[in-house]
């Protein structure tokens, strides 16, 4: 029994004026004081017949037992008082209302003296088991001391005091469990510690405001990496919390203050009430930062978010997120907040998450005209990640309109980057920074994505600006790594043979498959898209596709086949192509056809005599022998001149042919013989000229004559092998060129057809072209040639070849306008 029982409460204890039922209760009352010995105690078991009584602990009761406001007078003495009570609640019986109310004034007026040294420990603990025992009774004095923990946890005016209680409610986990109301029925009604209208009822006068204004208050405050306020309301959280602050916004931006003051200065985690849900799973403390001007805060705050919450309640916080960083000339780069928190939003995300209004936003801020270095680096680190590596091939798909949307290149051309007006200026910005810049790595995935569109998205001027610029990118891929050159590479070869899909423009389509030399990732590509041009059985055929196969004819063969591999398909499938275009001309074209046959031919014979050291010239000769009796099988016996058909019997005669297996070549050739020596048979000889005698040229050429022809041609046929490019030699058939076209008339041998193809082919000799060594050589031959062959009935169908050749691409530009002035002069 404590000593305040046993001095002052039982020795005075009036026990008169009972019923028995109380009488019952108080004796109860004193055996759990262990208060047997007292006269009071025997006087009530002794007097009254209690056996067939219940008891009931009346306030009448509760008072005789709780209620001396004397004892409160002194501190030490009320406590002491009140700590002698837990034997009595353990048993069940608790203070009445009055008893309560006056044990509530006490705790008020001496709450410092209890937070003070001058109590014990042990003390403390059992006022507060006390408490505990009367907040968890079914009673009315529950509610009243619930109330008083309450108000003095909230009330910050007093923080030491309010801490105080903070920390011993904790300490005995008070006020996280239930607490009981007694209604004027005298019904109890049972609740948990939950903020919800209960509560704010019972606690806070039904005004939900006045706790919302409290709680927020209480919230930053506290000591320092110490359990607080926060940590003791935290079982209190609910969704009708969540709810209230759904539908309060400004309630919503004072608790982001508050929270904020928490993280920031306390450096506390405040993540439960930073992401209330609704049952709804509305997360509206997070929602609530989408209808905010952003400050560093509350960087910190969406940073924290939980990472379940639904995308579709994201949208708008990111939005803010991006107009944060762009905000001030982007100044908030070099903030902590972006440091510890702006980069890990951008950084901890795929994607999907992300608002289409980041790509703008990388633009705009790494351009590489205006961009800052180091933001730069950060943006591309970040951005190429999420947009590229993570894409693999395809553009990302990305949050717009509060949709999933899957990002395509029509659209970001036209809506995000909207450039029409200023393409080349804006490419050539792009241009100078290569394929290593991470924007330029992007643009090449967005118009390969729109490859199919550009036509209509960009008129032909722009089209060859984007050509341009893809071409640059492509050839500045030898300067980064091996995954961005493979995976980028093929993206530009696709949407160059997009833009380059219509005929004509060979120039262009040899650009294109020369890339495959960058890298063998695109070989293929570039290959095939040669050959779709080179080789388009949907297209018409021309003179100038057929002369590119033959000027590619030596490409493929020097290669060993691993150049214009396309070639393979001419030889193939195309002969009777060819010969079926030549069988439709009215022109004449043995000229075209007698070049032809020759340059085959002479890869033929490189091939089979070459072929025991190279099987892959063995594989080429076949394929030229496929070729030629598939077109010389179609060709028409007329459309070949004597001489062609000639070097064409003899050499297949030769032992270098290897032709005796092939009947139907064989035949095909034998049949154009035939057409031209009907009478008179020709007997094999070698087609080796003797060495012609040489001309004195330091005489002058009084007259054109056999002997002088003779030199000329000689030279002509020669300069090659003999390394004797002779100028002087042919000036004076310059000079005098009437005499020489009379002296051509009246010749009957057919040297005038020999003389113009052998001038036709120093025309396209690239060791005779303007600045080259043997310019003036080649000046010469072009001038020759122009005047016997203008104003003839070829000079038509020369000029046709002539203008091929120039466009076809295998030519430098220095030559290729020398050519196109001789077509010039042709025609006029």
């Not at 994201?314 to 780069?333: E, N, V």
């Not at 040899?510 to 041009?533: P, Y």
């Not at 439709?584 to 046959?597: G, K, Q, T």
């Not at 040639?785 to 466009?807: C, E, I, R």
């Amino acid at each position: 029994m404590s000593a305040i029982y046993k001095e002052h409460i039982l020795p005075q204890l009036n026990i008169a004026s009972l019923e028995p039922a109380e009488v019952k209760a108080l004796i109860q009352a004193l055996e759990a004081l262990n208060a047997t010995d007292y006269d009071a105690y025997h006087t009530l078991k002794n007097n009254t017949d209690l056996e067939h009584v219940t008891a009931i602990f009346t306030e009448n009761v509760a008072q005789r037992i709780y209620f001396y406001p004397k004892l409160y007078a002194n501190e030490e003495q009320g406590l002491a008082f009140v700590t002698s009570w837990l034997p009595l609640l353990e048993k069940g019986f608790y203070p009445d209302k009055k008893s309560t109310n006056k044990l509530v004034e006490f705790l008020q007026f001496s709450l410092s003296y209890l937070n003070s040294e001058a109590v014990s420990k042990n003390v403390k603990t059992q006022v507060f088991h006390v408490l505990k025992h009367i907040v968890l009774s079914k009673s009315e004095a529950s509610l009243p001391i619930a109330r008083f923990l309450v108000h003095y946890i909230f009330d910050i005016r007093d923080v030491l005091n309010s801490d105080f209680l903070i920390q011993q409610c904790l300490q005995h986990t008070l006020l996280n469990e239930t607490y009981s109301v007694v209604h004027s029925d005298k019904t109890i009604s049972t609740f948990s510690f939950k903020i919800d209208n209960h509560f704010i009822e019972h606690f806070f006068e039904n005004d939900w405001l006045k706790f919302i204004s409290k709680f927020h208050y209480i919230l930053p405050v506290g000591r320092v990496y110490m359990p607080g306020a926060y940590d003791l309301m935290l079982p209190w959280f609910s969704e009708e919390l969540a709810l209230f602050y759904k539908d309060h916004l400004e309630q919503t931006f004072e608790l982001h203050k508050a929270l904020k003051e928490r993280l920031i200065f306390g450096e506390v985690k405040s993540l439960e009430l930073l992401n209330l849900k609704t049952t709804e799973n509305n997360y509206p403390v997070i929602v609530g930062l989408e209808s905010k001007v952003w400050d560093a805060g509350d960087v910190l705050l969406f940073n924290n978010r939980d990472k379940n919450i639904p995308i579709l309640q994201l949208d708008g916080s990111y939005m803010r997120f991006i107009h944060w960083l762009t905000a001030d000339s982007g100044s908030h780069f070099y903030t902590e907040a972006f440091k510890d928190y702006g980069i890990h939003i951008l950084s901890e995300n795929s994607a999907e998450a992300l608002p289409l209004q980041c790509i703008p936003f990388w633009f705009n801020t790494c351009h590489p005209k205006t961009g800052i270095a180091n933001q730069t680096e950060t943006y591309n680190t970040v951005f190429s990640k999420l947009l590229i590596e993570d894409c693999k091939d395809v553009l990302p798909t990305m949050r717009f309109q509060h949709k999933d949307f899957q990002a395509t290149g029509a659209f970001l051309l036209q809506n995000v980057f909207q450039t029409q007006d200023n393409f080349k200026g804006w490419l050539d910005d792009f241009k100078k920074a290569g394929l290593k810049n991470p924007l330029n790595q992007f643009l090449v995935r967005t118009f390969f994505d729109a490859r199919e569109g550009l036509a209509e998205l960009y008129t032909t001027e722009q089209q060859e600006i984007l050509q341009k610029y893809l071409l640059a990118l492509a050839y500045s891929s030898r300067d980064t790594n091996n995954a961005i050159r493979t995976q980028h590479l093929p993206f530009i070869v696709k949407t160059l043979a997009t833009l380059s899909v219509e005929p004509g423009n060979f120039t262009r389509v040899n650009e294109i498959s020369a890339l495959k030399n960058i890298d063998a990732c695109v070989e293929d590509l570039c290959n095939a898209f040669a050959r779709g041009h080179y080789i388009n059985e949907n297209r018409p055929l021309n003179l100038s596709i057929i002369q590119a196969w033959f000027n590619y004819l030596g490409d493929f063969y020097y290669s060993s086949g691993q150049e214009a591999v396309w070639i393979s398909d001419v030889l193939n499938t195309q002969g009777v192509r060819t010969a079926t275009y030549f069988n439709a001309m009215e022109e004449d074209v043995s000229f075209f056809l007698d070049r032809a046959i020759n340059r085959i031919i002479t890869f033929h014979r490189k091939c089979e005599l070459k072929q025991d050291d190279n099987l892959m010239l063995g594989t080429i000769a076949t394929q030229i022998e496929i070729y030629l009796t598939d077109f010389l099988g179609t060709l028409e016996k007329d459309k070949l001149n004597a001489n062609t058909a000639k070097y064409l019997h003899e050499y297949s005669k030769g032992d270098e042919a290897g032709f005796s297996n092939l009947t139907e070549l064989l035949v095909a050739i034998e049949g154009f013989n035939g057409m031209h020596f009907k009478q008179e048979p020709i007997s094999e000889h070698s087609t080796t000229l003797e060495p012609m005698p040489s001309i004195n040229i330091e005489m002058e050429v009084v007259e054109i004559n056999q002997k002088y022809v003779d030199a000329v041609l000689h030279n002509l046929e020669n300069y090659r092998t003999s390394g004797n490019c002779d100028t002087a030699l042919l000036q004076p058939l310059d000079e005098k060129i009437e005499e020489f076209k009379t002296w051509l008339a009246d010749d009957k041998t057919g040297i005038e057809s020999k003389f113009t193809q052998v001038l036709y082919m120093t025309l396209l000799d690239t060791n005779l072209a303007p600045g080259t060594t043997s310019e003036t050589y080649g000046n010469l031959c072009r001038s020759i040639f122009v005047h016997l062959v203008k104003d003839t009935k070829m000079a038509p169908s020369y000029a046709m070849g002539l203008q091929a050749m120039a466009n076809s691409g295998a030519y430098s530009e220095h030559l290729k306008t020398a050519l196109l002035e001789v077509v010039h002069q042709l025609k006029a």
